[in-house]
């Protein structure tokens, strides 16, 4: 698939897709919808409670003002968790766990199959695998 109809069915242009490819990393807001696209979540979900909860906002493409709304938590408070400056305290890790197991854990909720892509037909972005195909030269595709 060429970079232009990876963006098309993206909604990014694809200069960006292109940027995704050499420079290494996606967007926080795009990252739902890539995963879409793939058709998996590639991103492995950690085991500890406040790694989920990291994960839970990246997969969902979210702010700490957004996690915070959907938490009922301050988004500073989510910060000093996320970041490893404070610990939270009994009763919010029970809220932490409540929130995870009663919210839908990214886009469609769907994990990484356990076969891996062939490289030759997958670029490395960041931590995930996308399928495109590098925008062939006008020489090479004879235009």
Same mark, same amino acid.
């Given at each position: 698939?060429?970079?232009? @109809?990876?963006?098309?069915?993206?909604?990014?242009?694809?200069?960006?897709?292109?940027?995704?490819?050499?420079?290494?990393?996606?967007?926080?807001?795009?990252?739902?919808?890539?995963?879409?696209?793939?058709?998996?979540?590639?991103? #492995?979900?950690?085991?500890?409670?406040?790694?989920?909860?990291?994960?839970?906002? /990246?997969?969902?493409?979210?702010?700490?003002?957004?996690?915070?709304?959907?938490?009922?938590? @301050? #988004?500073? /408070?989510?910060?000093?968790?996320?970041?490893?400056?404070?610990?939270?305290?009994?009763?919010?890790?029970?809220?932490?766990?409540?929130?995870?197991?009663?919210?839908?854990?990214?886009?469609?909720?769907? /994990?990484? #199959?356990?076969?891996?892509? #062939?490289?030759?037909?997958?670029?490395?972005?960041?931590?995930?695998?996308?399928?495109?195909?590098?925008?062939?030269?006008?020489?090479?595709?004879?235009?």
């Amino acid at each position: 698939m060429y970079q232009k @109809d990876v963006a098309a069915r993206l909604d990014v242009t694809t200069p960006t897709v292109w940027n995704w490819e050499n420079r290494g990393s996606v967007d926080l807001r795009f990252i739902p919808r890539v995963i879409k696209f793939l058709g998996y979540n590639p991103i #492995p979900q950690p085991k500890d409670l406040l790694g989920r909860l990291a994960w839970y906002k /990246q997969v969902n493409g979210l702010t700490f003002e957004q996690l915070g709304v959907e938490m009922g938590r @301050d #988004p500073e /408070q989510l910060t000093d968790w996320l970041s490893g400056r404070h610990n939270p305290c009994q009763r919010n890790w029970k809220r932490i766990a409540f929130f995870l197991a009663s919210h839908t854990q990214g886009p469609d909720a769907v /994990q990484r #199959p356990e076969v891996a892509l #062939p490289e030759d037909r997958a670029t490395t972005i960041g931590s995930m695998k996308f399928l495109t195909a590098r925008t062939m030269s006008a020489k090479s595709s004879g235009t």
